[in-house]
């Protein structure tokens, strides 16, 4: 089974970095996300409640990035992936978050994780 609920440049801010300064502003991040999901199933029926609901998960998204800090944005994808996982029943979640400001001679910098239940 290869179907996905994709959110792709999920732009949200929050605070976050290893450096003094970074931990008194909001940083600029996005994200994108694969999700592994048996698209039959909602299908079947047209029923958002058997499918991965791409807008509450980007709002679960926002919401933990604006009441958590950390230093490394491996630390927030990992316990953001954890947080999905958990929430939304997801068997496997790919993410990649950049940090588009961090690097101000790279378009972007960042990481990318994939994660299973
Ligand atoms: N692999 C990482 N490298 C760096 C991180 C990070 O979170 N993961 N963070 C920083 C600083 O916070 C940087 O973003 C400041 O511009 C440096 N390297």
């Not at 230093?71 to 940090?99: H, P, Q, S, Y």
Request: proline share 3%; charged share 25%.
């Amino acid at each position: 089974m290869q179907d996905i609920v994709f959110i792709e440049g999920l732009h949200t801010k929050a605070v976050i970095g290893v450096y003094e300064w970074e931990k008194v502003i909001w940083q600029e991040l996005v994200f994108d996300i694969e999700m592994e999901h048996d698209n039959r199933v909602p299908a079947a029926n047209d029923d958002i409640h058997k499918t991965l609901d791409y807008e509450a998960i980007s709002n679960a998204i926002k919401g933990f990035c604006k009441e958590h800090q950390f230093e490394l944005i491996e630390t927030l994808a990992e316990r953001l992936c954890a947080l999905l996982i958990d929430r939304f029943g997801l068997t496997t979640i790919t993410m990649t978050l950049r940090k588009p400001g961090a690097v101000p001679s790279a378009r972007a910098v960042g990481v990318k994780i994939r994660r299973s239940a």
